[in-house]
């Protein structure tokens, strides 16, 4: 059959309340232009973040009823560590409540002051965290990475020849090398085996420890298999095997692909950094056997990390995005080419070229689509990362097993709508922001 149909069916639903244009004028009016600022119960379409923004499965709250909240080393703790380790490989299996904690943990730990971390791309809490612990984030992202029309496979992919050279140049300096599988910022693009096993040689070669931030590790396994020469034969569970095995350890936000509405984990094979992590945790997160997390929130995330490999599961998801990308090319919308697997973006800068970036045309796309049709989208550009973003883009996250195919023709007849007024659309200026992660509560205000 042409038709991939959802694999589940559903047995909860919630009310979506409508708005009109009018309402959506004065709600996003008071909400200072920043879609982050808008209540929930205000949005018809929720594409702002694929974050702990996913349904449960029966499974997994049928787990969740199990959940053991004993103090220490509860029975949640367990089946939770059997399955990160069966999963990762990694002999310190570290809970926290979401991925930033885990972050902030790695890099507090690692005494990143006055060195450098290298990644394919940070994304914007890494780089946060890595700049609050006194580290300097630098992205090395591949050539074609750049050019967002391009159809290359692996656009996550880290520049192997500038990583050596800054490996060679700052010798001794570089704390970290951490690749992000997929690389968000680059468009929700993959890492493919071959790039990750470079980087492996060279952080060998280097004697500087790899991790992976692993918030998308499912999603980046099955374009392996799809795109990448000589692994369509193997499971995609097998191929994450192989990813985790390449590294020292991995960061994930399990909010991801954990199918989780919480939590997150850190893990790794050092005896000594993880004696240090674990008490930074205990002073900061929780006990070590359940770091921030309930015990119900454990057993939701251990069965979460096994259906996520589920491959029918992961065909619909994709097959979701490329409907959706579809639908953008359709209305002359250009976007990141190839279509990940968690979102489709919009390459606003290249649709909006009457818009200066320093006018943030990212957001002023986000701001249209919600006014035309209550779609909440989050900029990843100019607003985000400052003179520093090299493109402007407005990412379409969708969250996992949530919407539709109705949903999601709704989204594409919206945009639609859009793409015939791109011209008229207007950029915005910033009237009040924080010193770090500005895009979250920044005000703003139409030029």
Request: proline share 4%; aromatic share 6%; with cysteine.
């Amino acid at each position: 059959m042409k038709t991939i149909i959802e694999p589940f069916r559903i047995k909860a639903v919630e009310p979506i309340r409508m708005t009109t244009r009018a309402e959506r004028e004065r709600i996003l009016s008071t909400a200072k232009y920043n879609p982050f600022k808008i209540a929930a119960r205000d949005i018809l379409i929720d594409l702002l973040t694929d974050s702990g923004t996913g349904a449960m499965s029966a499974e997994q709250w049928a787990a969740i009823m199990r959940g053991d909240e004993s103090y220490a080393g509860s029975e949640s703790w367990f089946r939770f560590e059997k399955v990160v380790r069966a999963l990762t490989g990694f002999k310190h299996i570290i809970p926290t409540h979401q991925g930033r904690a885990a972050e902030r943990i790695l890099f507090s730990t690692l005494n990143v002051r006055g060195k450098i971390v290298v990644s394919n791309h940070h994304f914007d809490t890494t780089r946060a965290n890595v700049a609050a612990a006194g580290g300097e984030p630098i992205d090395l992202p591949c050539a074609e990475s750049r050019d967002t029309a391009e159809p290359h496979p692996f656009k996550g992919n880290i520049d192997t020849a500038a990583l050596e050279t800054r490996l060679k140049t700052r010798a001794g300096n570089v704390a970290l090398i951490i690749v992000t599988v997929t690389d968000n910022t680059a468009g929700g693009q993959p890492v493919s085996l071959a790039n990750l096993r470079a980087v492996r040689k060279l952080a060998t070669e280097h004697g500087v420890p790899l991790f992976l931030d692993a918030a998308r590790f499912a999603e980046n396994a099955w374009l392996i298999r799809k795109r990448e020469s000589g692994q369509a034969g193997r499971s995609v569970r097998g191929i994450a095997h192989e990813m985790f095995s390449l590294a020292d350890g991995c960061t994930m936000s399990a909010k991801k692909d954990g199918l989780a509405n919480i939590g997150g984990f850190l893990a790794l094979n050092d005896d000594r950094l993880a004696a240090l992590e674990r008490d930074v945790l205990i002073l900061t997160e929780g006990f070590p056997t359940y770091g921030g997390l309930a015990g119900r929130d454990l057993d939701a995330i251990a069965v979460g990390l096994d259906e996520v490999l589920d491959e029918d599961y992961l065909r619909y998801r994709f097959a979701s995005t490329a409907y959706l990308a579809r639908a953008c090319r359709n209305v002359g919308f250009p976007i990141v080419e190839p279509p990940g697997g968690h979102a489709v973006y919009i390459d606003a800068r290249t649709a909006l070229p009457h818009i200066a970036p320093a006018a943030l045309p990212g957001q002023a796309l986000v701001c249209e689509l919600y006014l035309a049709g209550g779609i909440r989208a989050c900029e990843i550009g100019t607003l985000m990362f400052g003179d520093a973003a090299t493109h402007d883009l407005v990412r379409l996250a969708i969250p996992r097993r949530v919407y539709t195919q109705s949903h999601i023709d709704y989204v594409g007849e919206v945009i639609a709508d859009v793409a015939e007024r791109r011209n008229a659309l207007r950029g915005y200026r910033i009237l009040r922001e924080p010193a770090t992660l500005r895009h979250f509560t920044a005000e703003l205000a139409p030029m």
